[in-house]
């Protein structure tokens, strides 16, 4: 595996359910990102991942719940969700430091359809 | 925080034609500015990149330039052939490692 993958790639669930999207990315980099994509805003900042430490929360709603277990791996936790939340959820990752490339790897994304 | 304005949303060229994108930041401090191509089904993937200390980059049949002191930059493709078909995001980078991005610019290339 290369790059930044995304899982699943489609997600139906209904209101009250529990689920969540994953994203790992094989590229060595210490910064990760949750994107959401939909047709009001073409790229709405989530989250942000420094080090494995949540740097930013951009104003999400609580039924969004990110985890980041190391610098590889993150995840987003959904619960009781609206129709509204109906999108593409991108993930990203890119390098941290000095002379770094600033740079963003994107996944494939998970497209998110809340019934 | 900084700001990132994209035109047009929508372009419509003939192949063969070139295209161009524009875009407008706020911040002044902002320093990176890349340039992503979005294809149905897939992330944003990178195409080219520009630093503020460089007027004008080229790769192939793209090239971006930026003018620091009006606060623009922008996208040239050359040549367009129908994969160039696609949504096109600028965006900027200010402090820290957050990139801004405009709202797009979806692309269209009759053949």
């Known amino acids: 595996e290369t790059g930044v993958t995304q899982t699943p790639r489609h997600l139906v669930m209904g209101m009250t359910n529990k689920k969540s999207l994953k994203c790992e990315q094989h590229l060595g980099h210490n910064a990760m990102y949750w994107y959401k994509q939909s047709a009001k805003k073409p790229l709405e900042l989530m989250f942000v991942y420094n080090f494995k430490e949540q740097t930013e929360n951009n104003s999400v709603p609580s039924r969004f719940s990110p985890e980041c277990p190391n610098s590889s791996h993150l995840f987003l936790h959904l619960h009781t969700l609206q129709p509204e939340d109906s999108a593409l959820y991108l993930c990203?990752?890119?390098?941290?430091?000095?002379?770094?490339?600033?740079?963003?790897?994107f996944g494939s994304g998970t497209r998110l359809t809340v019934v | 925080g900084e700001n990132v304005e994209q035109h047009p949303s929508t372009l419509s060229v003939q192949e063969g034609d070139s295209a161009v994108i524009k875009c407008t930041y706020s911040d002044s401090a902002s320093n990176y500015f890349p340039w992503y191509k979005q294809e149905l089904g897939k992330g944003p993937q990178l195409i080219i990149d520009i630093r503020s200390n460089v007027g004008e980059k080229k790769d192939q049949r793209i090239a971006v330039t930026l003018n620091k002191t009006a606060k623009h930059f922008s996208l040239h493709i050359t040549e367009t052939q129908p994969e160039d078909s696609a949504v096109y995001f600028c965006?900027?980078?200010?402090?820290?490692?957050?990139?801004?991005f405009g709202g797009g610019t979806r692309v269209l290339v009759k053949p």
């Open positions: 990203a990752s890119s390098q941290l430091g000095t002379g770094a490339n600033y740079g963003y790897t």
């Open positions: 965006a900027a980078r200010a402090a820290g490692n957050k990139l801004t």
